[in-house]
Nanobody, 115 residues
Framework: QVQLVESGGGLVQAGGSLRLSCAAS????????VDWHCQVPGQQREWVAG???????HYADSVKGRFTISKDNAKNTVYLQMDNLKPEDTAVYYC?????????WGQGTQVTVSS
């Protein structure tokens, strides 16, 4: 059974930092592209960042220079370091493992940035 579990969300003031974690069981992240998405209630889910199985990273323009995606294959965990947070970053953040064989998603973690 595949399970992705996000953690690390919370309440932080603007300019602060959080580190989100996405731990997987049942699959190996080294075989997947792992994406972080965010969603505000009533709006579409938006892609934030991604890291390929080979470690190549990509970022949405809105987070470039502020967020860093990384992974630890030994721990089968992907991280999203979020620095210089802004109130508009407030959302539920989801990690997803993407492959041709299927996609898997976690349950999400809430990030709230106060002004």
């Amino acid at each position: 059974q595949v399970q992705l579990v996000e953690s690390g969300g919370g309440l932080v003031q603007a300019g602060g930092s959080l580190r989100l974690s996405c731990a997987a069981s049942g699959i190996l992240f080294s075989m997947y592209t792992v994406d972080w998405h965010c969603q505000v209630p009533g709006q579409q889910r938006e892609w934030v960042a991604g890291i390929t199985g080979g470690g190549i990273t990509h970022y949405a323009d809105s987070v470039k220079g502020r967020f860093t995606i990384s992974k630890d294959n030994a721990k089968n965990t992907v991280y999203l370091q979020m620095d210089n947070l802004k109130p508009e970053d407030t959302a539920v953040y989801y990690c997803g493992a993407i492959s041709r064989g299927g996609n898997y998603w976690g349950q999400g973690t809430q990030v709230t940035v106060s002004s």
